[in-house]
């Protein structure tokens, strides 16, 4: 094999990519995390656990294991994962 073009890797297809010279004119738009996961459930945290998981600490949740997008005050705030009923920070979005 000499040359091999990915046209879709899971959602993202070739006819959604960008030119090098379009994105040299800003001519482009950049998917937000919350776009990326919406496909995953959500939990909804309050002002003082929504402190607490940005700091890293473990939260107890009783819910199925996986990853899920966390909310806060209505604003998306990142991924977390939740193992042996523990939400434990992922990825967060940085305003």
């Known amino acids: 094999m000499s040359k091999l073009t990915r ?3 899971d959602k993202f ?5 960008y030119t ?3 994105i040299e004119k ?3 738009k950049l998917w937000t ?3 990326i996961f919406k496909e ?4 909804t945290l ?4 929504k402190e607490l998981f940005l700091n890293g600490v473990m939260l107890t949740f009783e819910v199925e294991e996986g990853l899920y997008n966390i909310y806060s005050d209505n ?3 990142g991924l977390g994962t939740v193992k042996n009923q523990l939400l434990k920070r992922d990825i967060v979005e940085i305003d």
């Open 13 to 17: 297809k070739i006819e959604d990519s």
């Open 40 to 43: 995953f459930p959500s939990l």
């Open 46 to 49: 309050n002002t003082r656990k």
């Open 75 to 77: 604003k998306y705030v």
């Open 33 to 35: 995390m919350e776009e």
């Open 26 to 28: 800003g001519e482009y």
């Open 20 to 22: 090098f010279d379009k």
């Open 7 to 9: 046209t879709i890797v």
